[in-house]
């Protein structure tokens, strides 16, 4: 196993920087020097995981292939990176706590008063270096949530001390990402917000080896001598990181200001010449489309768009590869009636019913669904969203008037929609809906089976209610079709209307495995679809 190189990321001034952009961006430029490297992130927060925290408190919950409920930026890691992550990418306080307390109560502190210092700190310790389990890494990056000065950072900025400690000075790295802010009143840009970012850092034990300064306007030489001189980092490492047109400007941009240089000259790991044909490749296609078509994306955590992130992501990667620019038409489904439906949806080309829990909204969704069903409009309904459109079909269609879901009415007469039986007898709320990758056998002759060209797949889920078997031989017929089923337990993964040009529902989310490298099958066969659609006009 080789021995890796560590990196940490912190942030200072103010949150929403992007560490985990530039720290997938590194990575990316890491991996064209033909480097193996994985990141993770450590957030602060008490929760166990995100899976219970609302999408305006955190955006979207990103899951991994083995079920682990994440923060979103995970889904850039996997998206830039073309990598899979694990539970061992994302570790919380809460996490870390928990597995302190399990240990005292098996008694493996042999008597010792627990405390924050070893205890905590060796814990977040070991999570850091078992990222390495198995994956014979060459970098380890570590993204630390929050900014430096946060209470709740303490413990896990104290464990990264001792890692650059024991790890010496030519194995590990720190970066710290800060805001330079521009005062429009004076016409300058202001370095003390920094400078007092970097000494809170330094009065924890650690010190920057590289500033990436966030900036609307470009730092002239004067200030970042000025920055290098007061937060004791060489010119060179002073990494200027403007505004982008696209977050996948980034790694070009890191690279032209030298952030990978100065990494691999820190760790002293040999610099090669990377190798970023297909990257730049992708960023010529996506800023030359031929067309642009409308997307509407229908949900209910519309006015934060990090609660649909890795679906706006996979539109982008879809787009590209269909060389158009796909415009998101954000619809909030609590808007939507029958008699203004039209003002929100004529100009679309194609139409998604967004994925999400609870009541509020639904009635809007199946508005949604009855629009795109019956005016032709290439469909794409996403967990929620394809059960949305099996309630449709079936009291629209089939006449089955209280057709509904137990997550809407937990009496309903005719619940097309139940709970997993699986699920029944689950208390706890975090971490047990059926999560992670699951297998699913496609039929021949269904737009999935076309999409995939294969039989068998496997796509990662995030639920608690399935559609209920007891209603396929009434709602299912030869225009409403099961397209997909998971060979063991049988649940219904895919659903097409085949009396339609396109027409999909999948029980799991596609926008968890697609990346800039691997668009996702189901996104680019529906935005083809949406082009089709628009040409026809």
């Not at 990181?241 to 030298?258: L, R």
Request: overall charge neutral; aromatic content about 8%; proline content about 4%.
């Amino acid at each position: 196993m080789n021995k890796p190189k560590y990196i940490f990321v912190t942030g200072g001034v103010t949150s929403s920087l992007g560490k985990g952009i530039i720290s997938a961006s590194l990575a990316r430029l890491l991996q064209a020097q033909g480097l193996n490297v994985s990141i993770q992130k450590l957030d602060p927060y008490i929760n166990v995981d995100p899976g219970t925290l609302n999408p305006y408190e955190h955006g979207e919950c990103y899951v991994t292939e083995d079920g682990a409920e994440t923060d979103l930026d995970l889904g850039h890691y996997e998206r830039f990176l073309s990598i899979n992550t694990s539970q061992r990418n994302n570790v919380t306080t809460g996490k870390i706590y928990q597995n302190v307390i399990e240990k005292e109560r098996k008694g493996e502190f042999l008597g010792k008063t627990v405390q924050v210092i070893p205890h905590i700190t060796n814990e977040i310790k070991e999570n850091i270096r078992n990222l390495n389990h198995k994956n014979n890494l060459d970098v380890i990056i570590t993204e630390i949530g929050g900014t430096v000065g946060d209470i709740e950072s303490l413990p896990f900025l104290e464990a990264v001390r001792q890692v650059v400690y024991e790890e010496g000075p030519d194995n590990s790295m720190v970066i710290h990402l800060t805001l330079i802010p521009f005062l429009s009143a004076t016409g300058e840009l202001k370095t003390k917000p920094t400078q007092h970012s970097v000494k809170t850092l330094m009065e924890l034990g650690l010190k920057a080896d590289v500033l990436v300064c966030r900036t609307e306007r470009e730092l002239s030489d004067e200030i970042k001598n000025k920055l290098a001189l007061f937060c004791n980092v060489k010119f060179d490492c002073v990494i200027q990181s403007i505004d982008v047109e696209t977050i996948y400007d980034v790694p070009i941009k890191m690279m032209e200001e030298g952030l990978d240089k100065v990494t691999l000259e820190k760790l002293k790991i040999k610099e090669t010449e990377p190798n970023l044909d297909k990257w730049k490749n992708f960023l010529h296609k996506l800023k030359n489309p031929t067309h642009q078509i409308n997307i509407g994306l229908v949900g209910k955590y519309i006015e934060l768009s990090d609660s649909y992130k890795s679906i706006l992501e996979s539109l982008i990667h879809a787009g590209t590869e269909n060389e158009v620019k796909v415009n998101v038409k954000s619809i909030h489904s609590e808007h939507i009636e029958r008699e203004n439906i039209g003002k929100h949806m004529s100009d679309l080309d194609g139409i998604i019913v967004a994925p999400g829990f609870g009541q509020r909204g639904l009635d809007g969704k199946i508005l949604a669904v009855e629009y795109a069903r019956v005016n032709k409009i290439p469909f794409l309904g996403i967990c929620l969203g394809m059960q949305m459109a099996v309630i449709e079909y079936a009291r629209n269609v089939k006449k089955i008037r209280y057709a509904n879901s137990t997550e809407i009415s937990e009496k309903c007469k005719d619940p097309v929609i139940d709970l997993m039986t699986s699920q029944k007898e689950i208390i706890n709320m975090g971490g047990t809906m059926r999560l992670g990758a699951w297998d699913c056998e496609l039929s021949k002759n269904t737009i999935a089976h076309k999409v995939y060209k294969k039989k068998l797949i496997s796509e990662r889920h995030r639920h608690r209610y399935e559609f209920n078997n007891k209603y396929s031989k009434t709602i299912f017929d030869d225009k409403f079709i099961i397209a997909g089923l998971n060979p063991d337990t049988k649940l219904v993964e895919i659903i097409e209307n085949t009396d339609h040009p396109w027409f999909v529902g999948v029980q799991f989310h596609p926008e968890y495995k697609s990346s800039v490298y691997n668009p996702h099958p189901i996104f680019v066969n529906f935005v083809k679809a949406s082009l089709k659609k628009y040409l026809n006009k």
